[in-house]
């Protein structure tokens, strides 16, 4: 809610925030234009998804070009609820996180492993697999924050 951003605002602005920390906020799409305007510009506003092409008939889907027309330069691709709610495999999340840098946003790409990956040992050839699929779709390291 508007409120509960408020709240946030309120917190960041009043820190302290280490000036050596790049700090980014993110908030669904709903709230992008609204937090973008409420916080100071030194903080940063990340969308929570984008979709891997520029337009077409994605219903309820955001394009990298939506969420920098109201001044956010950041999105959030592959988090494990995306993974595990919404099923988007590697491949997709790779698709996004390459449309998501082509079209000039900076990536937080989401790489980790269910509860029963980890119990059963599987944990770095998860997150290797995810980051692989995501680093060959990456030629820009400074603008990609591995989560």
Request: a negative charge.
């Amino acid at each position: 809610s508007r409120s509960k951003i408020d709240d946030i605002v309120n917190f960041m602005v009043t820190g302290p925030l280490d000036v050596n920390t790049e700090v980014v906020v993110g908030c669904p799409s709903i709230y992008l234009d609204y937090s973008r305007k409420a916080l100071p510009p030194t903080i940063g506003v990340a969308a929570q998804n984008c979709y891997k092409v520029a337009s077409g008939a994605f219903t309820g889907e955001i394009s990298p070009a939506m969420i920098k027309d109201v001044g956010v330069e950041w999105v959030i691709l592959g988090h494990s609820e995306r993974r595990n709610v919404f099923g988007e495999n590697d491949q997709l999340v790779a698709e996004k996180v390459g449309h998501a840098l082509a079209e000039g946003l900076k990536v937080i790409a989401c790489v980790g492993e269910l509860l029963e990956e980890r119990e059963s040992g599987k944990t770095e050839e998860v997150v290797f697999r995810q980051t692989k699929a995501i680093a060959d779709k990456v030629s820009d390291w400074s603008k990609v924050v591995i989560a």
